[in-house]
């Protein structure tokens, strides 16, 4: 069984850190593309970044780029999302799956069917 577990949420102040980690069980993330998604109350469930499996190549959403960085460390079969300069916009519960990085599939929130969604991680930026 396919499982992602995400950790490292929690209440930050503008302009502060996090790092996001994403354990996957039951799956090799070297395997396939990993996706970083998050979900702020009352909106749909976007993409925010993606790392291909074939060459570590990575893509974000317009609004993070500069800021969020997308990481995979295949001994710890660990998917990570340094989060930088974190502003109130980047308040939402934070997940984790397999996707594809085509803009048009885990900008829409869209994962790999063979994956569930984990339980998320939540990110409060808040003064």
């Known amino acids: 069984q396919v499982q992602f577990v995400e950790s490292g949420g929690g209440l930050v102040q503008p302009g502060g850190s996090l790092r996001l980690s994403c354990a996957a069980s039951?799956?090799?993330?070297?395997?396939?593309?990993i996706g970083w998604f998050r979900q702020a109350p009352g909106k749909e469930r976007e993409g925010v970044s993606c790392i291909l499996s074939s060459d570590d190549r990575t893509h974000y959403k317009d609004s993070v780029k500069g800021r969020f960085t997308i990481s995979r460390d295949n001994a710890k079969n660990t998917v990570y999302l340094q989060m930088n300069s974190l502003n109130p916009e980047d308040t939402a519960v934070y997940y984790c799956a397999a996707t594809s990085c085509l803009s048009g599939t885990y900008l829409r929130g869209i994962k790999a069917d063979f994956a569930s969604w984990g339980q998320g991680t939540q990110v409060t930026v808040s003064s």
């Open positions: 039951g799956f090799t993330v070297h395997d396939y593309a």
